[in-house]
């Protein structure tokens, strides 16, 4: 088996998980659910964040230990990727021993090596974004943008890694890796910022100012910049399986630049460590149009969300409403509209279908197919551009395509059982009628369980339900399971409840 690596990016506990954390476990959870269905030996990475001034500081806002306070923030990540049915294989804290030993270990082969000095450094600080700042980060009349906060100048003796020494190496890298980077204009914006030299990273902070972070090995008094902790991470957790580099480490597009496209690759390439094979940079949710935020109450809690509808229509919604790498909003009415027509009217509809009919017609044993007519053979056909298509289109990362492919399919499947109504044909006592009833309820059958395991990366819960009521073993290998053949010939049925059942109607205040 071929060996995949992906990782999500790690999130900072500083607040509670919101959609844009559900969104890029679901996306990474979906390629590596896909990439097992090929054939590949994928092993999933997420974790937490949880070092620096601003942990520190909501620590002792709250009044509790800092490591109180992480453990409890880590914990509703750890729920979120359960309740999301993740498939993850690991889950990493960054306050973890084994991250710190690697972190310490990177950092001292670096002094040693003299890619890190200490320096005084002059100028302006973001506590915000524990990010020091340079002119050029200010807008053109002079004002610092909305997402540093506050800024502060200061004045501090600290370490620096030497960024600007490998600046081109990693332009050569990305000009001879266009893959390194997806989409392509995230690639162009990272070439474009690197077209500027770039400054030294301060990799330190004194233990006077911040206390909650990794101590530098090499001088007690201070700790490790978040960033250059953080990162190490997707290294950390596979160092001693022999997994690196990633085959992907998925991200937003807030931390391509400069933290994953400047500081990650050189880090790597300074330690003697390939870089990961490709970046895939996502988008960002809108809620109702809007920037989602939780004090407006512009905000959508993924937990409170699945209380109320299961957790696969909201996966299928999120999969099939962004386009990877572009932006995309979520609203009650657009998840309505897609639950609806393609959930519970398009997929819900036939599996029940499927199964109350070859109960009433059949004993709930799908009969043998005879032989296939225009229409029988127009839906297999069909299949075998859709199963194409929709492997190619994944393999692009254009899952939202894909399942349009395949939502297609399942609405021809429908037409289909409109255009044989086997509820006439069971009426008919004729010995061709019969015939034509068998073939059209194991073509159903045989529809059913082709379209559902397409769907199984992206709906596992629901897919196994599906499975279970036609009799099929689990999933794990799409190999030998999207052929168009008789197999559920003389197979009983099994019941399944009904996987996307109508919303209660709002009560009216």
């Not at 620096?52 to 490591?67: F, L, N």
């Not at 979120?80 to 310490?104: C, G, M, Y």
């Amino acid at each position: 088996m071929k060996s995949f690596y992906l990782t999500t990016a790690i999130d900072y506990v500083n607040g509670s998980p919101h959609l844009g954390h559900a969104y890029e476990k679901v996306l990474t959870d979906v390629i590596a659910r896909t990439k097992r269905m090929q054939g590949y030996d994928a092993f999933y990475l997420t974790g937490t964040d949880e070092h620096g001034q601003k942990i520190q500081q909501s620590a002792r806002a709250r009044g509790v230990p800092t490591q109180q306070f992480v453990d409890e923030t880590a914990a509703e990540f750890v729920q979120l990727a359960k309740l999301l049915n993740l498939s993850n294989n690991d889950f990493i804290r960054t306050t973890e021993p084994r991250h710190k030993q690697v972190v310490r270990a990177a950092l001292q082969q670096l002094f040693d090596k003299g890619d890190i000095y200490q320096a005084e450094y002059r100028g302006f600080y973001s506590p915000r974004q524990e990010q020091f700042l340079q002119e050029k980060d200010r807008l053109p009349d002079g004002s610092w943008p909305e997402i540093f906060g506050e800024v502060i100048e200061i004045t501090e003796a600290n370490y620096f890694f030497k960024l600007r020494s490998y600046q081109q190496w990693l332009i050569d890298h990305i000009a001879a890796h266009e893959s390194f980077v997806f989409p392509a204009h995230r690639r162009k914006s990272l070439l474009e910022f690197l077209g500027e030299p770039l400054n030294d990273l301060c990799i330190s902070r004194p233990k006077d100012r911040l206390e909650w972070g990794i101590p530098l090995p090499f001088d007690e008094g201070y700790v490790t910049y978040v960033w250059f902790d953080a990162l190490l991470n997707y290294y950390s957790a596979v160092k001693d399986l022999g997994r690196w580099p990633a085959d992907f480490n998925v991200i937003g597009k807030d931390i391509l630049i400069p933290a994953h496209g400047i500081y990650w690759p050189i880090m790597l390439h300074a330690l003697g460590l390939p870089p990961p094979k490709a970046l895939l940079v996502h988008g960002w949710w809108s809620i109702n149009g809007a920037k989602m935020s939780k004090s407006t109450g512009n905000f959508v809690d993924p937990v409170e969300f699945c209380k109320t509808w299961n957790v696969d229509s909201l996966r299928y919604f999120l999969v099939r409403e962004m386009t990877v790498g572009m932006d995309a909003d979520f609203s009650r009415e657009r998840f309505l509209v897609c639950y609806n027509s393609e959930l519970a009217n398009n997929l819900g509809n036939l599996v029940n279908r499927t199964l109350n009919m070859t109960g009433r017609f059949a004993g709930g044993v799908v009969p043998a197919a005879g032989e296939a007519a225009e229409a029988e053979n127009e839906l297999q056909t069909l299949w075998a551009a859709t199963r194409d298509e929709f492997i190619r289109l994944s393999d692009g990362l254009q899952f939202h395509a894909a399942l349009d492919r395949l939502r297609a399919f399942l609405t021809e499947t429908n037409a289909y059982i409109e255009l044989r109504a086997p509820w006439k044909l069971a009426k008919d006592p004729s010995p061709a009628a019969q015939a034509q009833l068998h073939t059209t309820l194991a073509t159903i059958a045989e529809a059913l369980r082709l379209g559902s395991a397409l769907l199984w990366p992206v709906m596992p819960s629901s897919v196994e339900k599906i499975r279970a009521g036609l009799a099929q073993p689990a999933l794990t290998t799409w190999e030998g399971e999207l052929e168009w053949d008789g197999r559920l010939a003389g197979v009983k049925l099994g019941p399944v409840d009904i996987l996307f059942p109508k919303p209660a109607p709002e009560k009216k205040s």
